[in-house]
């Protein structure tokens, strides 16, 4: 592109968003409630909950699984009824591609040749946003925290900010209240790209 652009991802689109910004392709980066880069080791129990369904089974690493409804209210809708989650379930579930979550997972404990490798001490990153749910089952602040800390530990002096939403799920981009996570975080993207 002639001008370099804003990158803003979410859940495994935040890993990605991640994985761009190491390969230098953005003017500044939002990952919101990310996936874990390889190395980042921290897997809180909510987190192994939510990708039970899938990883229950490593002989469908190639298939694609369906989430139940209650599974679904556990990863998604836990701020919301039980009825209000179904029915968004029966609007949006479809069913996830196994591989990207193994490969996620192997990735944790393999740094250096996970398939989501990111040089966290790269000097000259764009700025990066992490921007987390405080009721986030996928991804709680504990794995945002992580990735940020991972960041700021490898001597780089990029810059890489957290912030973490009272309230807010995984469906922290879809959620009641979503324009005020959507306009701090292009705020703070315009305003670190332009310096």
Same mark, same amino acid.
């Given at each position: 592109m002639p001008v370099a652009p804003i990158i803003m991802g979410h859940s495994f689109g935040g890993l990605f968003t991640q994985m761009l910004a190491d390969r230098g392709l953005g003017a500044a980066y939002v990952a919101v409630t990310p996936g874990q880069p390889a190395g980042i080791t921290t897997l809180p129990a909510s987190t192994?909950?939510?990708g039970t369904p899938i990883l229950a089974n490593p002989f469908g690493k190639r298939g694609a699984k369906p989430i139940s409804k209650s599974h679904f209210h556990f990863t998604f809708g836990n701020d919301l009824t039980r009825a209000a989650s179904d029915a968004i379930w029966e609007e949006y579930a479809i069913p996830s591609v196994n591989r990207v979550f193994f490969e996620g997972v192997a990735a944790a404990f393999n740094e250096k040749g996970g398939? !989501?490798?990111?040089?966290f001490g790269r000097t000259d990153r764009a700025p990066l946003l992490v921007i987390v749910g405080e009721r986030d089952h996928v991804v709680p602040p504990a794995i945002g925290r992580a990735i940020v800390k991972k960041y700021h530990a490898s001597g780089s002096?990029?810059?890489v900010d957290y912030r973490e939403y009272p309230?807010?799920?995984?469906?922290?981009? !879809?959620?009641?209240?979503w324009e005020e996570v959507a306009d701090d975080a292009l705020e703070w993207a315009t305003r670190h790209a332009a310096s």
């Amino acid at each position: 592109m002639p001008v370099a652009p804003i990158i803003m991802g979410h859940s495994f689109g935040g890993l990605f968003t991640q994985m761009l910004a190491d390969r230098g392709l953005g003017a500044a980066y939002v990952a919101v409630t990310p996936g874990q880069p390889a190395g980042i080791t921290t897997l809180p129990a909510s987190t192994i909950w939510t990708g039970t369904p899938i990883l229950a089974n490593p002989f469908g690493k190639r298939g694609a699984k369906p989430i139940s409804k209650s599974h679904f209210h556990f990863t998604f809708g836990n701020d919301l009824t039980r009825a209000a989650s179904d029915a968004i379930w029966e609007e949006y579930a479809i069913p996830s591609v196994n591989r990207v979550f193994f490969e996620g997972v192997a990735a944790a404990f393999n740094e250096k040749g996970g398939a !989501s490798h990111v040089d966290f001490g790269r000097t000259d990153r764009a700025p990066l946003l992490v921007i987390v749910g405080e009721r986030d089952h996928v991804v709680p602040p504990a794995i945002g925290r992580a990735i940020v800390k991972k960041y700021h530990a490898s001597g780089s002096p990029a810059v890489v900010d957290y912030r973490e939403y009272p309230g807010r799920t995984h469906r922290i981009v !879809s959620q009641d209240g979503w324009e005020e996570v959507a306009d701090d975080a292009l705020e703070w993207a315009t305003r670190h790209a332009a310096s």
